[in-house]
């Protein structure tokens, strides 16, 4: 009997097709997540909507600091912990300036987030970026219509 012989890239496409069937779930998941931080001001309908919305931004920059410190390379900890403190002053300077800071601190830090899947830099978080770019870009598009509409969620 003769072995059924695969073409060379088809290894390659069953692979590229799993890699995104598993990816479904951390975006879809993402999606929920984006959602939900865009409504977050309504469980915190005490503080101002900027307020939130910058808790939220420092909250998801800080979650690298732990991934890097789990990476255990001193150079990885550095990088990450310098660009969590880069939000942290976006998300400090939007809380009194402009609300578009935190638009641009979601979506540049859902960028950060495709450059992490595809480099790798952080180890062992493989289905983190994509799922926090999900949630970031989700929660930057849904905060921006809340700004040009004048739709405040919270008080």
Known sequence: MIAAQHSPGRAARD???SLRGDLRTPVAWGVVWGVLQAASPLAFFWLDDATVYALGLVLIAAVYI???VADGRGK????ETGVATAFVVIAAAAVTGSAWLLVVG???HGLKDLWQHRTGFVANT???PPFCASVDFVAAAL???AILTD???GR
């Not at 990885?76 to 990088?79: E, G, K, L, M, S």
């Open 15 to 17: 692979t590229t097709r």
């Open 76 to 79: 990885i900890i550095a990088v």
């Open 66 to 68: 732990g991934f890097s």
């Open 106 to 108: 979601l979506a540049g």
């Open 151 to 153: 739709f405040h969620v």
């Open 143 to 145: 905060i921006a219509v």
């Open 126 to 128: 493989r289905w983190w």
